[in-house]
DNA sequence: TTAAAAATCCCTATAAATAGGGATGTAATC
DNA sequence: GATTACATCCCTATTTATAGGGATTTTTAA
C-alpha cells in the first residue's frame, strides 16, 4: 500500500519515530512531518495527503479546533489522532472533530500500522488503552461523562481556578455575590464535587478548562 | 564513535525513533530498548552500558530513584535524562540523582547528539529549552521555578486536590488537624497560591500531581 | 556531631465556602 | 401561550479555610 502521510509532531524524537515506522512499512511511501498547525497548513495546501497522524497537544493550536479545520477544508483525509492523554473526554472531543482513530502514545507500533489499514477502509479505530478507558461504566468520579455547562458557569469556573473569591468574581463580572455563589453551587452539583478543589481538579483533568 | 546504548523509555514510538537516531550516528553501536525500570535493571546486570538515554517518566519506578540505583551500581554509565517536563525542579532532582544531561523531549536530533557527545567527554550538558527554563529568574506565577516538595506536602496536596477537608486529611495520615493545616499553609506559601482552588490548579498544570 | 530540613502540634481570629432553602425576569423553544 | 433553560438575586446557619503567630521532635545530610 502507498500512502501519502502528514505527521502532525512537535517533538522530533517522536515524529521520526512515527516516520520510520511508516516508511518502513509502507514501502514507497511519502510521509511529511510538520512541527505546528501553522505548517501543517501550509503542507496540505501544497501536497494531497491521505491520512494525517495528529498530535494532539500542539504548540500553536487546539487540536480539536485543527482537526475540525482540516476536515472542513480536506473532507477526504483521514485523521488518526496521537496523544498522551486518555481520559474519554479527549476521545470524545477528537472524534466529534472528525478524527478516525485515537491512539495512545504508548501504543505498539502494531497497532498504529492496524489504525492506519482500519480508517483506510474507512471505519475508526481505537487503541487497546483507549478501548479500555472508553469501556470504564461511567461513574460520577470518573470524569468519563463531563457536565455542560453554560457560559457563565465556564467564565466562573475559569475565575474560581484562577483563586478568585466569589465577591472578586461578582466584582468582575458586575454581579451580585449571591449569583457568583449559585453558580457555584450549581458547578459543584453538575462536578459532582465535594468542594471547590475536586471541583478545579475535574475540571481541569476532563479539558473544560486550561 | 562505538557506543553501548541502553534506552529506558514506555513509548515504543519514541524508543524506536531514538533508537534509529542513535545507531544512524554512532554506527556499529549497540542499542538495548526497556520499556521500564526492572527491565532496565535486567539488562545492564547482562550487559555492559556505556551510555542510558531516560525516559524520566516510566510506570513502574520513579526516575530519580532509578537514576541513584543505576548510578550505584554501575558508576561509570552516564546517563541521559529525557522529559516531557521542563520544569527546574525536576531537572535538578535528576542531575542531583547522577544524571549527566538533560533533554526536553522536543529536543531536535542535533542536541541528543551533542549531548552524548559532551556526556563522554565527562561534561554535564542541558538542551537549549532546559537552558532557557533555567535561567528563568524565577517569577511565583510562570512555572519554570516549580515548588520542591516534600513526600509528606505531595501526599497531602493529593488528598486536597481529591476534595479531602483537613480533618478527613488528618484521619487518612494519623495526624492531627492541625499538622493537615500546617502543611496546607506550606503549600499556599510554596505554590504561591492564594486559595486551594488556584493552588489545585498550579498544581495539576505544573503536572506535579496527576 | 551539629546544623538544616521535615514533620509534627497548638493558639486566636477572621474570611470564605458550603448547605439548605427559595424567588424573579428574560429569552428562547415548542 | 406555555414551558424550559438561564441568569440573576436573597435568606439563615454551619462548616471549612485562611492569616498570623509559634513551638517541638524527628530525620537527613554535611
Known amino acids: 500500500m502507498i500512502f501519502k502521510f502528514l505527521?502532525?509532531?512537535?517533538?522530533?524524537?517522536?515524529?521520526?519515530?512515527?516516520?520510520?515506522?511508516?516508511?518502513?512499512?509502507?514501502?514507497?511511501?511519502?510521509?511529511?512531518?510538520?512541527?505546528?498547525?501553522?505548517?501543517?497548513?501550509?503542507?496540505?495546501?501544497?501536497?494531497?495527503?491521505?491520512?494525517?497522524?495528529?498530535?494532539?497537544?500542539?504548540p500553536?493550536?487546539?487540536?480539536?479546533d485543527l482537526c475540525v479545520e482540516i476536515k472542513t477544508k480536506f473532507p477526504l483525509i483521514k485523521i488518526i489522532c496521537l496523544s498522551s492523554y486518555g481520559q474519554r473526554s479527549y476521545v470524545e472531543k477528537m472524534m466529534n472533530?472528525?478524527?478516525?482513530?485515537?491512539?495512545?502514545?504508548?501504543?505498539?507500533?502494531?497497532?498504529?500500522?492496524?489504525?492506519?489499514?482500519?480508517?483506510?477502509?474507512g471505519d475508526t479505530y481505537y487503541s487497546s488503552f483507549i478501548k479500555d478507558v472508553m469501556n470504564t461504566k461511567s461513574d460520577s468520579k470518573n470524569h468519563s461523562s463531563l457536565p455542560l455547562l453554560t457560559g457563565r458557569e465556564t467564565q466562573i469556573l475559569i475565575l474560581v481556578a484562577e483563586g478568585l473569591t466569589n465577591q472578586e468574581?461578582?466584582?468582575k463580572l458586575f454581579i451580585s455575590q449571591q449569583t457568583a455563589i449559585s453558580h457555584r453551587k450549581n458547578l459543584l452539583i453538575k462536578f459532582n464535587a465535594r468542594n471547590t478543589a475536586e471541583l478545579v481538579k475535574l475540571a481541569l483533568q476532563s479539558g473544560l478548562i486550561g
Open 7 to 58: 505527521i502532525i509532531e512537535d517533538h522530533p524524537i517522536v515524529a521520526e519515530g512515527i516516520h520510520n515506522l511508516l516508511v518502513d512499512t509502507f514501502k514507497d511511501s511519502d510521509c511529511f512531518i510538520a512541527a505546528s498547525g501553522k505548517k501543517a497548513l501550509a503542507i496540505l495546501n501544497g501536497h494531497t495527503i491521505d491520512i494525517i497522524m495528529l498530535d494532539i497537544n500542539l
Open 60 to 64: 500553536d493550536c487546539n487540536g480539536s
Open 97 to 121: 472533530a472528525g478524527a478516525s482513530a485515537y491512539l495512545h502514545k504508548n501504543a505498539e507500533p502494531a497497532e498504529i500500522i492496524e489504525a492506519i489499514d482500519t480508517v483506510f477502509k
Open 169 to 171: 468574581i461578582a466584582d
